[in-house]
C-alpha cells in the first residue's frame, strides 16, 4: 500500500486528502481509450479517488467530480499538460464537436490557474463549468438540458485572451434532464478518422453489344461514399448508381468507351480512369457478300426447272463439308462436300425463282468467314411460287359529328333534412365524336354553389358518380372516371359512331347542417374538350 497527497491548486476543485492507493499497472494499450482524434496532446478521464482511468461508456453524474490527464493512469497524481509557449492563461470548456479552438462557439468554461510547469491533473466536473459561453445551448446547466454530444476538455490561450492556442479534450455524450443535477454523461470512444476513398476496380468486365451488364466498382474509405461520372461518358445503354457505385444495363453500341470515375467522402476524392472496347454481338450469319469481296467465282446460270447448281469453289476447298448460305435474307440451305476439284453441287430447289447469291462458310466459324460465294438466276419453272401485286385503294369516311347533349334539364332532388342527403340519376348524357381526326377527348362535370337568397351551399355538398347508361356498351378506349373532373375520357383513334357512347351519373346531394331552410338552386355544367 502507498500513500499519496493530492496537493491545492494542482486542479480545479483540488483538495488535500490522504486515502490508501493500491498501486496497480497502467491499461493495457488493447483495453486502453485512444486519445480524442484532434487532441493536441493525449487526453484520458482518470477517478479523483485512485487515478484509475475511466473507461468508455462509464455512466457519471452530472456534479461528479473527474480529472484530465495527457496519461492513460496516474496512480500518484503527478501527470501535467505541458503549457505552450505564448500562452496566457488556461479555462476548462465544454463545446460542439470540431468547436474546441473556437471560443464563440463554447458552451460554458471556467479558468484555471496557469502553474508554471505545467497543469497538473485539471478537475474537469461538468458542472464546474460555471461561465456560460455563447454557443447554444448556453451554459453547463443548458448543456445538462438538452443533451447531445460535447468535447470537455481543457484550453491554453494567448495573450490576447481570444487565441486558442492549443485544445486538450476527449469526447462526452450527455445524456439530457430537465434538472441539471441529475442529468449523466458518459466518457465516449472517439470516432475513427474518416478515411479517403481509393478506387480498388480499375476495368470493367467484358462489354458486348445487346448483352446485359452489370458490375459493382468497389473503393476502401469511410462509408458513405458516393460516386459520379466525372469526365467522358458511360457506354450508351449504361448507368451509374451514385450511391452503390453499381454500373448496369445494356450497351446499345460497339465501339471504343473512355471515362473517369469519382469516389467521394467526407475525407476526400479519388478518381479512376476506365477505357475499352465493346464488342459488337456474335454474328448468326454470314455478312452477304457483294463487289469484289473475296473468295468470288462464277457459277454457270441455271436453265429453266434446274434444282442444282455448281459452285466451283477452287483446289483450296476440295473434299471438305461447308455450310451453304443464300440470299436475299441469310437461309442456311444444309451442307455439301466439294469434290477433288472443290466444286460444290449446291441443292436450290428451295429458292423462289429470281437473283441469288450462295456462299460456303466453315462448319463451327463463329466469325461465319466466306470462303467461297457466287450469284445467279433462277429461272421460273413450272411448280415454282410466283408472286404478282395488285394495288388496293380504300377510302375512309366518317360522319364529322361532334356533340354533346345532356338528355334532362333539370333535377330535383325534393326535401332534404339537415345532415342528410339524396341521391338522383343524371340521365342520359351521349358524347358524339365522329370527327374526320380522332385525338381523343375529356368529359368533365362541375356544379355552382347551391344559393338562396343571401344563403349559400357550397358546391362540395353534390357528389357526382358517373357511370355508363343503363344497358349502354362503351367501346375499348372509352372509359368512365371516379368523380366528376374526370367523368369520361376517350383515347385517341376512338370513335363514337354517330350513335355515340352514351352515360349517365348518380347525383348526392348532402344539406348542411348549419344551412338555412328553403330552396336552393344550383347550375350542373357538363364540358366536352378535345384533347
Given amino acids: 500500500m502507498k500513500k499519496f497527497t493530492k496537493l491545492s491548486g494542482i486542479g480545479i476543485g483540488a483538495t488535500v486528502a490522504a486515502v490508501a492507493l493500491i498501486i496497480t499497472p497502467a491499461l493495457s494499450a488493447s483495453a486502453a481509450i485512444v486519445p480524442t482524434v484532434g487532441s493536441t496532446q493525449p487526453f484520458y478521464l482518470l477517478s479523483d479517488e485512485d487515478g484509475s482511468q475511466i473507461p468508455a461508456g462509464s455512466v457519471k453524474g452530472w456534479n461528479d ?26 479555462r476548462t470548456f465544454i463545446a460542439p464537436r470540431g468547436q474546441e479552438k473556437n471560443q464563440a462557439a463554447w458552451n460554458a468554461s471556467a479558468p484555471l490557474s496557469l502553474t508554471p510547469g505545467g497543469i497538473q491533473l485539471p478537475n474537469l466536473k461538468p458542472s464546474g463549468n460555471i461561465s456560460a459561453g455563447t454557443g447554444t445551448p448556453s451554459g453547463s446547466g443548458g448543456v445538462a438540458n438538452a443533451g447531445g454530444d460535447y468535447s470537455l476538455g481543457i484550453a491554453f490561450i494567448a495573450n490576447n485572451g481570444n487565441t486558442v492556442l492549443e485544445a486538450d479534450y476527449t469526447y462526452i455524450t450527455v445524456v439530457a434532464n430537465p434538472n ?9 470512444t472517439p470516432a475513427a478518422a474518416a478515411v479517403a476513398p481509393a478506387i480498388t476496380t480499375t476495368a470493367l468486365d467484358a462489354l458486348a453489344q445487346g448483352n446485359a451488364f452489370t458490375q459493382t466498382i468497389a473503393a476502401t474509405g469511410t462509408a458513405p461514399i458516393t460516386w459520379a461520372v466525372q469526365a467522358g461518358a458511360l457506354p450508351a445503354g449504361l448507368t451509374l448508381d451514385a450511391a452503390t457505385g453499381v454500373i448496369a444495363g445494356t450497351p446499345t453500341a460497339a465501339g471504343a468507351y473512355s471515362f473517369t470515375l469519382r469516389a467521394t467522402n467526407t475525407a476526400g476524392t479519388a478518381d479512376q480512369a476506365f477505357t475499352g472496347t465493346v464488342s459488337a454481338p456474335a454474328p448468326t450469319a454470314p455478312t452477304q457478300p457483294t463487289g469484289t469481296d473475296a473468295g468470288k467465282v462464277t457459277i454457270a446460270a441455271p436453265a429453266k426447272g434446274d434444282a442444282t447448281v455448281t459452285l466451283p469453289a477452287g483446289s483450296a476447298q476440295a473434299n471438305k463439308t ?35 447469291t450462295v456462299a460456303l462458310v466453315a462448319p463451327g466459324d463463329a466469325a461465319f468467314t ?17 408472286t404478282d401485286t395488285v394495288d388496293l385503294t380504300a377510302k375512309v369516311t366518317a360522319s364529322d359529328l361532334w356533340s354533346l347533349n345532356a338528355e334532362k334539364t333539370s333535377i330535383d332532388f325534393g326535401d332534404v333534412a339537415r345532415g342528410a342527403n339524396k341521391t338522383a340519376a343524371l340521365g342520359k348524357v351521349t358524347v358524339v365524336d365522329d370527327r374526320n381526326d380522332l385525338k381523343g377527348w375529356n368529359l368533365t362535370a362541375a356544379a355552382s354553389a347551391f344559393t338562396k337568397g343571401a344563403d349559400t351551399i357550397p358546391a362540395t355538398a353534390l357528389t357526382i ?9 362503351l367501346k375499348t378506349g372509352i372509359t368512365t372516371g371516379t368523380n366528376g373532373a374526370t367523368f369520361a375520357t376517350s383515347a385517341p383513334l376512338v370513335s363514337t359512331g354517330t350513335a355515340g357512347a352514351l352515360f349517365d351519373a348518380g347525383l348526392t346531394f348532402t344539406a348542411p347542417d348549419s344551412a338555412n331552410a328553403g330552396v336552393y338552386t344550383s347550375t350542373l355544367t357538363l364540358t366536352l374538350t378535345s384533347k
Fill in 322 to 356: 461447308l455450310d451453304v448460305w443464300a440470299w436475299s435474307t441469310p437461309t442456311k440451305l444444309g451442307q455439301v462436300t466439294t469434290d477433288a476439284s472443290g466444286n460444290a453441287v449446291i441443292d436450290i430447289s428451295s429458292l423462289p425463282a429470281g437473283s441469288h
Fill in 370 to 386: 466466306v470462303l467461297s460465294w457466287g450469284t445467279f438466276d433462277k429461272l421460273s419453272a413450272s411448280g415454282d411460287t410466283l
Fill in 465 to 473: 358518380a358517373p357511370s355508363a347508361f343503363a344497358g349502354a356498351t
Fill in 65 to 90: 467530480s473527474v480529472l484530465g490527464s495527457p496519461e492513460e493512469s496516474d496512480a500518484d497524481y503527478n501527470s501535467k499538460f505541458v503549457i505552450p509557449a505564448d500562452a496566457g492563461s488556461v
Fill in 180 to 188: 441539471p443535477a441529475l442529468a449523466t454523461w458518459t466518457f465516449a
